[in-house]
């Protein structure tokens, strides 16, 4: 497994901007299948994002679409959630998740049991 420790979440009126960033140590980043995933007070944690080990290829949920973008570097075993147009209903606690892939796994998933890394989150509040 990886630790994953995720930064730059806090209050944003809507319409605004936020930029998330999961840091990862501890073994190597590189095969690593990276997502977000979040979960609102008496809700279930839904997925937000995902990103292969490469970085090929990308999936979102349809409330984010558009809006959000995945990304990462990994020369600074770091992955970015970048947030736009935030809106009231985006607020939750943000979980970074990783999942050790082999090298022909280049594909996404957005299943949370499919990620055996978790991050211990970062509160993103949208006020309206």
């Known amino acids: 497994q990886v630790q994953l420790v995720e930064s730059g979440g806090g209050l944003v009126q809507a319409g605004g901007s936020l930029r998330l960033s999961c840091a990862a140590s501890?073994?190597?980043?590189?095969?690593?299948?990276m997502g977000w995933f979040r979960q609102s007070p008496g809700k279930e944690r839904e997925f937000v994002a995902a990103?292969?080990?490469?970085?090929?290829?990308?999936d979102y949920s349809d409330s984010v679409k558009g809006r959000f973008t995945i990304s990462r570097d990994s020369a600074k075993n770091t992955a970015y959630l970048q947030m736009n147009r935030l809106k009231p209903d985006d607020t939750a606690v943000y979980y970074c998740?990783?999942?050790?892939?082999?090298?022909?796994?280049?594909?996404?998933?957005?299943?949370?049991?499919?990620?055996?890394?978790w991050g211990r989150g970062t509160q993103v509040t949208v006020s309206s």
């Open positions: 998740a990783a999942a050790l892939v082999d090298y022909s796994s280049d594909y996404v998933t957005n299943m949370d049991t499919d990620f055996d890394s």
């Open positions: 501890g073994r190597s980043y590189s095969r690593y299948r």
């Open positions: 990103i292969s080990w490469s970085g090929g290829s990308t």
